[in-house]
Structure formats: C-alpha cells, structure tokens
C-alpha cells in the first residue's frame, strides 16, 4: 500500500511562488507515473501536470504551463510542484496521484491513478 502526503500549501498573494510537495511511503522509488491535480469550491477535479514513469515525458494543463514545474527526487521520495506567478485562479484544493504499476498511461485522467493523497489547500488572494 502506497501512501502519499501533500505539503506546502497556504495563503499567499498574487504573483507569489509555493512549492508543494508529494511524499510517498510503502515503495523505495518515485518512478512512477505521478501527478498533480486540483479542486476549487464546485467544481470538478482537474489535471495541473504530472510525469511518466520514466521522466521521460512531462505534461501540463494549458493553466499552469510556464508558471509551474513538476520534478521528482529520488532520493527523497519526493515529488514537487513549484508554482510560481500565482494567480487567484489557482485557489484549490491540490492533490497528488501515482500509479501502483510502471506502465504508461494517459497522464491527463485521474481515473488511471491508484493512490491519492489528502489534498493541500492553496489559496492565492488578489
């Protein structure tokens, strides 16, 4: 069993950076296909970015690219998202995923994810 918890989160003001974090417990290795998504006050939860399980692929909702970066540490059983250029828009509940299993997958749906963390909450005010 996989366990993940997400950190980082706060009240921060527009044009701010935070950099979330995604610890796993219950595996030795991050190489696994990991992502983050978000869920604002109504409405449905949505992809922000995530990576295959080779690092060999990134990719990112439209929203976020150029302002956020997912990045992984091995050595930490870590996965990141520093997000900078905040905007209020970006106020959510955020939540990292990752698959059980090496294997690709469609990184955009939350359905192909098998562990979920808590969620942090990420408020940015304008």
Known sequence: QVHLVESGGGLVQAGD????????????SVNYATGWF???P????EFVAAISWTGGN?????????????SRDNA??????????????DTAVYY???KSIRITINLR?????????QGT????SS
Not at 42 to 45: A, D, H
Not at 58 to 70: C, M, N, P, Q
Not at 76 to 89: A, F, G
Request: net charge positive; glycine share 6%.
């Open 17 to 28: 950076s935070l950099r979330l974090s995604c610890a796993a417990s219950g595996r030795s």
């Open 38 to 40: 978000r869920q604002a």
């Open 58 to 70: 990134i990719d990112y909702a439209d929203s976020v690219k150029g302002r956020f970066t997912i």
């Open 109 to 117: 749906d939350l359905s192909n994810y098998d562990y979920w963390g």
């Open 42 to 45: 109504g409405k449905e939860r």
């Open 121 to 124: 909450q990420v408020t940015v």
């Open 76 to 89: 930490k059983n870590t996965v990141y998202l520093q997000m900078n250029t905040l905007k209020p828009d």
């Open 96 to 98: 990292c995923a990752t």
